[in-house]
């Protein structure tokens, strides 16, 4: 594969100079053949073996196999005495079917990478090969984490013990309504609590032509769905962001049978712990109440996903200047928005210091296309800011923990 200056379009020549002809080479045949095959939660086998095999180009200290299909790889930094830093790429798909009509498109029937993660994961790899070609101050543990969408893949990397010595993490996500050579590196929410709901609505079955004789679990949950509108409007502080979302709706197998069974589930989200909790709590209410009204019981089960991002002053200060420096300040931008997305690298700022930016990923010309849709792609030259970002603010990191800022 040869680049071109389209798959480059607005990625600057101070960071492509970083790379060699063959490492920018390499990574796009990487991100493409990631793209191409893509892998769900704790299946991407195929995925891990092609992300162990570029990681053997960076020469690391070791690669260790990590939360089933995960990989970490150490990076040795000029010390070995130095505290060690860690950055992410997350590297599953999504359950969605394809419709980008890319030449590398999923030949994997309804899994396709919509979110993004085979950038992240080309871009861990290049950030490897950036700190081995000039390395941090002290040893830099690169992650590529599986089963992000699932929530379920970071708290496993941390369970395994493999980042027990790091005393910073970064992480990035692209972004297609900022286009390439623009980064998000900010203090404060990046990204929403996502948790999770089900209400099971139990009544008594009937003929559909004799409802008297019912007590009607799809009426309830019709109900139900409008009165929890009012959670986020009514019970919840204008000033705190929050989402009620109802996704599913599930009932009945005949048109002529009221079932006794009806449930509805969907997502919560927050970025604060009083709003969290606030619209757990209501949710329950709200439901317990409706099924007294209609002689219903109500099953409520809510599961936590992962809790909001929010950004450290500190780190999101190294993250600034690390982005600045490798591009411009004027190439800084804030979010401009309050992103109720979910992402699970919070898991690990639970644990460990650190910061998570958004990456420009619209080519130009292009359309912001939204994350988890048929449509979405990033654009080529986002793997490599992406990769030149995260490598400097591991030095930048890096530098400031050996001298104890």
């Given at each position: 594969m040869t680049t071109s200056p389209i798959q480059l379009a607005g990625v600057p020549d101070t960071v492509l100079l970083q790379f060699t002809a063959s490492q920018r080479d390499a990574l796009l045949a990487l991100r493409r053949d990631l793209h191409q095959?893509?892998?769900?939660a704790?299946?991407?086998?195929?995925?891990?073996?092609?992300?162990?095999?570029?990681?053997?180009?960076?020469?690391?200290?070791?690669?260790?196999?990590?939360?089933?299909?995960?990989?970490?790889?150490?990076?040795?930094?000029?010390?070995?005495?130095?505290?060690?830093?860690?950055?992410?790429?997350?590297?599953?798909?999504?359950?969605?079917?394809?419709?980008t009509g890319l030449?590398?498109?999923?030949?994997?029937?309804?899994?396709?990478?919509?979110?993004?993660?085979?950038?992240?994961?080309?871009?861990?790899?290049?950030?490897?090969?950036?700190?081995?070609?000039?390395?941090?101050?002290?040893?830099?543990?690169?992650?590529?984490?599986?089963?992000?969408?699932?929530?379920?893949?970071?708290?496993?990397?941390l369970a395994s013990g493999a980042l027990d010595e790091a005393a910073a993490?970064?992480?990035?996500?692209?972004?297609?309504?900022?286009?390439?050579?623009?980064?998000?590196?900010?203090?404060?929410?990046?990204?929403?609590?996502?948790?999770?709901?089900?209400?099971?609505?139990?009544?008594?079955g009937a003929h559909g032509a004799r409802p008297h004789e019912s007590a009607d679990p799809v009426l309830g949950a019709g109900l139900l769905i409008a009165a929890l509108q009012g959670i986020v409007s009514r019970r919840v502080n204008p000033s705190a962001p929050a989402v009620l979302t109802v996704a599913t709706m599930h009932a009945g197998t005949a048109s002529n049978v009221i079932p006794e069974r009806a449930t509805i589930g969907g997502t919560l989200r927050a970025t604060d712990p009083v709003t969290r909790a606030l619209l757990a709590d209501e949710l329950r209410r709200v439901a317990q109440g409706i099924a007294l009204a209609h002689d219903l019981t109500a099953e409520v089960t809510i599961e936590l996903g992962p809790p909001p991002i929010v950004n450290p002053e500190q780190q999101a200060l190294w993250a600034r200047h690390a982005a600045a420096s490798v591009l411009s300040a004027d190439a800084v931008v804030p979010l401009g928005i309050t992103n109720m997305g979910g992402e699970d690298f919070a898991y690990y700022m639970e644990r460990i210091p650190g910061a998570f930016l958004r990456i420009g990923a619209r080519e130009p010309g292009g359309e912001p296309t939204p994350a988890h849709t048929p449509r979405f792609f990033a654009a080529d030259g986002c793997l490599f800011v992406g990769a030149a970002v995260l490598a400097e603010t591991a030095r930048v990191a890096s530098a400031a923990l050996s001298h104890g800022r």
């Open positions: 095959h893509p892998e769900l704790f299946a991407e086998e195929r995925t891990c073996a092609a992300l162990e095999r570029a990681l053997a180009a960076a020469n690391p200290v070791s690669i260790t196999r990590v939360a089933g299909t995960g990989l970490v790889a150490r990076i040795r930094g000029r010390d070995s005495r130095a505290p060690v830093v860690a950055v992410r790429g997350d590297i599953d798909a999504l359950p969605i079917q394809e419709a030449p590398y498109a999923s030949v994997n029937p309804g899994v396709m990478h919509a979110c993004g993660h085979d950038v992240h994961a080309s871009w861990a790899i290049g950030a490897a090969y950036l700190l081995a070609n000039s390395p941090a101050a002290g040893d830099v543990l690169v992650v590529l984490q599986p089963a992000e969408e699932t929530g379920e893949g970071a708290a496993a990397v993490i970064f992480g990035a996500h692209v972004d297609r309504r900022f286009p390439v050579g623009q980064v998000v590196a900010q203090a404060g929410s990046l990204a929403a609590a996502a948790d999770t709901f089900t209400v099971e609505l139990h009544g008594r």
